[in-house]
């Protein structure tokens, strides 16, 4: 799991966008697979782009004309695909050309003749949000979370199974499910040997057992690594589904079971119940100094921790599907918004996406979460 910290020196917001360097921006350590790099690697058909594009520490941006793609670091996977003996990396690339929304690759690297090459690339879709990647079984399985017939554009909450075969140089589909829909929760969870885990929602109005259902993370890790003591109640925010524990053939003491499928934020101090996510994009963290960002369709607003210095923009700043640019009559704000997991450096407080932003010349990265 890929995380990042940004930390400044002590001084009031605006002077700090105005006066201080850019905060480190290196990139996360790439993932280790074998001796294949996917995050320095050289790729071809994606979409939006003729020829090979090749990633530096994960990203490729043209200058020119706004066309972008980044390799989400967290979904990597390796294993024999095809049966020599020698293991294969499976990735996610998104690219966005553009005014285009972002578009999810599968994508396969692996050793020929001493050097590593991309053997395929499969089109997933726009849209799409990838939530497991995994090499079992010389198969790849993907899970996926896309738009239903009754879901809202904003609010994607169908997931899907589906398997990849290698043949003939070619990624291919073997088969898919389609599971319930999904949702997003808020409350707190509570975790002992004894009983398990439970989840309470922030309005008391659900209650139950906790079904981790991530497979790249624990979510039993994330609530050991905050918990101040057993048992301690701890804000949890997810997406996931409440499901009948008997007919869904669990064992668990309680009625109901929440599946958690995707972890947003975890806090053991914080905004909690209380951060107002209704109508966001998204909302950014930082620290030191310390600024909060929350980006909407209609506009951006930079604010300071206390709430005594502001800077406000109007306008629908998006320029793809995780890259926003926003002016006004005295600064022009470029950011771009990633699934990357982040921890906030004072608090420890995990979040599942990461932000970086130029204003005044000079660069900040933090922490964010899903609007909803």
């Not at 109508?279 to 929350?294: M, V």
Request: a negative charge.
């Amino acid at each position: 799991m890929v995380e990042r910290e940004c930390k400044r020196g002590r001084t009031g917001l605006l002077a700090a966008l105005l006066g201080l360097a850019a905060c480190g921006t290196d990139a996360p350590e790439p993932a280790a697979v074998a001796d294949i790099d996917p995050a320095n690697a050289a790729y071809s058909g994606l979409d939006g782009f003729t020829g090979t594009v090749t990633l530096a520490a994960g990203k490729f941006e043209g200058a020119a004309d706004g066309s972008s793609a980044y390799l989400s670091q967290q979904l990597v996977s390796r294993g024999d695909l095809d049966g020599d003996g020698i293991p294969e990396a499976a990735s996610v690339i998104f690219t966005s050309a553009g005014e285009s929304g972002a578009v999810a690759h599968l994508v396969l690297l692996r050793h020929t003749n001493g050097a590593v090459e991309n053997a395929a690339t499969l089109r997933v879709g726009d849209g799409v949000i990838v939530r497991e990647l995994e090499i079992r079984d010389g198969e790849i399985r993907m899970t996926t979370i896309e738009h239903g017939p009754q879901d809202a554009a904003c609010c994607p909450t169908q997931r899907i199974d589906r398997w990849f075969a290698l043949t003939a140089g070619s990624l291919g589909k073997t088969r898919e499910s389609a599971a319930e829909t999904l949702g997003r929760a808020m409350g707190f969870m509570t975790w002992d040997d004894d009983s398990g885990a439970r989840f309470t929602s922030c309005d008391e109005s659900r209650n139950g057992a906790v079904l981790d259902g991530i497979r790249r993370q624990s979510v039993r890790e994330l609530y050991d690594e905050l918990a101040a003591t057993a048992v301690k109640p701890l804000f949890f925010d997810v997406e996931g589904r409440w499901l009948d524990t008997a007919a869904a053939g669990l064992e668990a003491p309680a009625e109901r079971t929440l599946e958690i499928t995707a972890v947003y934020r975890v806090e053991r101090e914080g905004f909690g119940c209380e951060l107002a996510l209704d109508g966001a994009i998204f909302l950014g963290f930082g620290s030191e100094p310390a600024w909060r960002l929350e980006v909407r369709h209609d506009g951006a607003e930079l604010v300071s921790a206390d709430g005594s210095e502001n800077v406000t923009f109007e306008g629908d700043g998006q320029l793809a599907a995780r890259q926003f640019e926003f002016e006004n009559d005295r600064y022009l704000l470029r950011l771009s918004y990633l699934e990357l997991p982040c921890r906030d450096p004072m608090s420890g407080s995990y979040f599942s996406h990461t932000v970086d932003f130029t204003i005044g010349g000079s660069r900040f990265n933090g922490c964010a979460v899903p609007g909803r």
